[in-house]
């Protein structure tokens, strides 16, 4: 197929120009930006099936794979299960929420300007703002979907005070990983805030 002389092919990075906010004489690419609440939101969304997962296992009498029934876990831990899976679940809808509240904002105010439709004009304290609470937000509601399951490895594995292999093994490799993840989350949300 030949290319028409009123449409010329073009690259695509040419044909999409960056979009910019500025405010008080300050820019930031605000495309970034809606990226970055993209992802957010998005892993909020996937966190959030794990909260509904650690949910379904709060039923009564549920009898751990351990052999003896001392192990198995009471109804305290199903409880503490409810409230920290309670708790994440709002954790999450909050950061999501703030930053559906950010990429709906800047997108209404770079639908404003017909002329420069690519600029949005948005105070950068409040997006970084937004954005720093947004993060600790799904940070808040890492740690305590973590605590839930490890609520949920003592009903399923039986409780860490019975010094079961599986439930020390499943906790311990919960918290080292997740621990790992959260502080490189932390340490480069910190960065691009500070930088």
Same mark, same amino acid.
């Given at each position: 197929?030949?290319?028409?002389?009123?449409?010329?092919?073009?690259?695509?990075?040419?044909? !999409?120009? /960056?979009? @910019? /906010? /500025?405010?008080?004489?300050?820019?930031?690419? @605000?495309?970034?930006?809606?990226?970055?609440?993209?992802?957010?939101?998005?892993? +909020?969304?996937?966190?959030?099936?794990?909260?509904?997962?650690?949910?379904?296992?709060?039923? !009564?009498?549920?009898?751990?794979?351990?052999?003896?029934?001392?192990?198995?876990?009471? %109804?305290?831990?199903?409880?503490?299960?409810?409230?920290?899976?309670?708790? /994440?679940?709002?954790?999450?809808?909050?950061?999501?929420?703030?930053? !559906?509240?950010?990429?709906?904002?800047? +997108?209404?105010?770079?639908?404003?300007?017909?002329?420069?439709?690519?600029? #949005?004009?948005? +105070?950068?304290?409040?997006?970084?703002?937004?954005?720093?609470?947004?993060?600790?937000?799904?940070?808040?509601?890492?740690?305590?979907?973590?605590?839930?399951?490890?609520?949920?490895?003592?009903?399923?594995?039986?409780? %860490?005070?019975?010094?079961?292999?599986?439930?020390?093994? #499943?906790?311990?490799?919960?918290?080292?990983?997740? @621990?790992?993840?959260?502080?490189?989350?932390?340490?480069?949300?910190?960065?691009?805030? %500070?930088?």
């Amino acid at each position: 197929m030949e290319e028409s002389d009123t449409y010329p092919k073009e690259p695509y990075a040419a044909a !999409q120009p /960056s979009r @910019t /906010s /500025s405010y008080g004489g300050s820019t930031s690419t @605000t495309s970034v930006h809606v990226t970055a609440l993209d992802g957010l939101v998005n892993v +909020n969304s996937l966190f959030t099936i794990a909260v509904f997962v650690g949910l379904s296992l709060t039923t !009564q009498g549920q009898h751990s794979l351990e052999n003896p029934s001392a192990c198995d876990a009471g %109804l305290d831990v199903a409880r503490k299960l409810l409230v920290f899976e309670v708790v /994440s679940f709002s954790f999450f809808l909050f950061s999501s929420l703030v930053a !559906q509240g950010l990429k709906l904002a800047i +997108n209404l105010l770079n639908s404003k300007d017909v002329d420069e439709i690519f600029r #949005a004009h948005i +105070n950068l304290k409040v997006l970084r703002f937004g954005m720093l609470a947004s993060a600790i937000g799904s940070v808040m509601g890492c740690l305590f979907l973590m605590l839930s399951m490890v609520n949920v490895i003592e009903i399923r594995l039986g409780m %860490l005070s019975c010094g079961s292999k599986s439930t020390v093994r #499943a906790v311990t490799s919960l918290i080292v990983l997740v @621990t790992t993840a959260l502080v490189g989350y932390i340490s480069t949300a910190v960065y691009a805030f %500070l930088h």
